[in-house]
């Protein structure tokens, strides 16, 4: 069975990059029935917090990939949080120490440093080699260590051999012997190293296929070292295309929002912001672009992954969110915009108007301005010539006489007031617009006067001819 797992680290919010790993290790395991998981890499001591772990889960549920094993729902091969798992990393990391595999260094993180400095100031590459670190390994110095309460870091010996990653979006990778020297797989601290946790974890928790962001792709020769150290199978590797900004740059901060929680903030829906990841580094094989989460999973498989960077397009992330929008019940969009509307607003009063501007919503966050006129009278209106005052006297009174306020009475209205109007028609409409709403575009104005009302759009005439 496919086992796939997201592991992101709780040092901040859901960037959109982790946000796609996660999408396309969902859409791999549901498409292929298998099982997808959330673990929670925590051992970066000072920089995860339990905050950004609550912010985490709750981004992935908003975009609604539901997991089926993981720190909230537990599982057959918990726990799932990397704090929690330290037991096991110590007792495989002492399998690879007795076997000859691993072994102890009982050098300081700075002297460490030192060495890698000097390293890089002759011209090498900061590789580090047993004879190289053995030294430090005195009995004064695991004395002060004992004194101090301090573990020696467990190193990795490294085999100096070709490692060939056969690599599902990038193809065949060849890391020549001697690319990589030894490593940590314990700090002095007792916390795991990424590249030796993530193998423990993944070797226990079964998992079948990583799909991870092209940026770790220089840490899998390590990882495959440990796997083949321990006898395990490999998972298959596939490191996904890197997501560039609309000027060719990493896309970061500059370019505007990067967070799930920020795009969710401004009113993108939630299969909107999914749609449109999937489509980074990933298309589907009619083309089409518009998509639900269920045609995702139906479509998507591993081999339509590209190798080339993913664009980020803000204007076409609007684009699709208003698509989204279009396709949603407007009782659904009723509920979503009184998140960024005022609290007391009437709901069957804005049933009425989200039909109206619906089709010009881009962003959720867009319907206060949207909407405005619809509650506030406007303050910015027009210039009142002498026609315009004589036709709209003979508008008001031909409004008042109507009965049955609705779309075909507004018109004959108009029509008779048309018929020995001075202003043009052109002139007629875009003052009545502007009368009413303060704008010179927005929805359709005989849909403004059906929502607003009968004696609210008098009031509004009687403003401007008052003025």
Aim: glycine fraction near 6%.
């Amino acid at each position: 069975m496919v086992r796939v797992r997201f592991a992101p680290s709780p040092t901040g919010y859901l960037h959109v990059g982790g946000a796609r790993t996660a999408l396309f290790n969902y859409l791999f395991a549901r498409k292929m029935g298998g099982k997808f998981i959330l673990r929670i890499e925590d051992t970066d001591i000072e920089r995860s917090e339990k905050v950004f772990e609550e912010q985490l889960i709750s981004a992935l549920k908003w975009l609604g990939l539901d997991w089926d094993e993981g720190p909230d729902i537990g599982g057959d091969y918990g726990p799932y949080r990397q704090s929690e798992r330290t037991e096991l990393y110590h007792k495989y990391a002492q399998e690879l120490v007795k076997q000859g595999k691993a072994y102890e260094v009982y050098a300081y993180p700075e002297e460490i440093e030192a060495m890698r400095e000097q390293l890089l100031a002759e011209g090498k590459p900061p590789h580090y080699t047993r004879e190289m670190l053995e030294p430090y390994n005195t009995e004064e110095r695991k004395r002060e260590y004992e004194e101090k309460g301090l573990r020696p870091a467990i190193y990795f010996s490294m085999p100096r051999k070709d490692y060939i990653i056969n690599d599902v979006v990038k193809g065949e990778v060849v890391f020549k012997a001697g690319s990589v020297g030894d490593f940590a797989l314990l700090r002095s601290n007792g916390m795991p190293t990424y590249n030796y946790a993530c193998v423990i974890d993944d070797g226990l928790m079964k998992i079948t296929h990583v799909l991870r962001g092209d940026d770790h792709l220089s840490n899998t020769v390590k990882q495959v070292a440990l796997y083949e150290a321990f006898g395990w199978d490999t998972p298959v590797f596939g490191h996904v295309s890197m997501i560039l900004g609309p000027d060719g740059s990493k896309l970061s901060k500059r370019h505007g929002a990067t967070s799930v929680e920020e795009f969710k903030s401004r009113g993108y829906l939630p299969e909107s912001l999914v749609n449109f990841l999937a489509l980074l580094g990933w298309s589907h094989p009619e083309g089409k672009e518009i998509l639900t989460k269920q045609e995702l999973v139906e479509s998507f498989s591993l081999e339509r992954l590209v190798k080339n960077p993913a664009i980020f397009n803000p204007e076409k992330l609007r684009w699709m969110n208003s698509e989204h929008i279009r396709m949603k019940p407007v009782r659904e969009i009723v509920l979503l915009a009184k998140e960024f509307m005022s609290k007391d607003i009437d709901e069957s009063y804005l049933e009425k108007i989200i039909p109206a501007v619906k089709d010009r919503i881009e962003e959720l966050s867009q319907l206060p301005e949207l909407t405005e006129f619809f509650f506030k009278r406007p303050e910015n209106l027009p210039e009142k010539t002498p026609e315009a005052h004589e036709t709209y006297e003979n508008l008001l009174n031909e409004l008042k006489n109507i009965e049955n306020w609705n779309k075909e009475s507004i018109y004959a209205a108009f029509k008779n007031v048309m018929k020995g109007a001075k202003l043009k028609g052109k002139d007629f409409y875009m003052t009545l617009r502007l009368v009413l709403t303060g704008k010179h575009e927005g929805p359709e104005l005989i849909d403004i006067l059906e929502i607003l009302g009968k004696e609210e759009v008098l009031a509004r005439i009687e403003q401007f001819l008052s003025k």
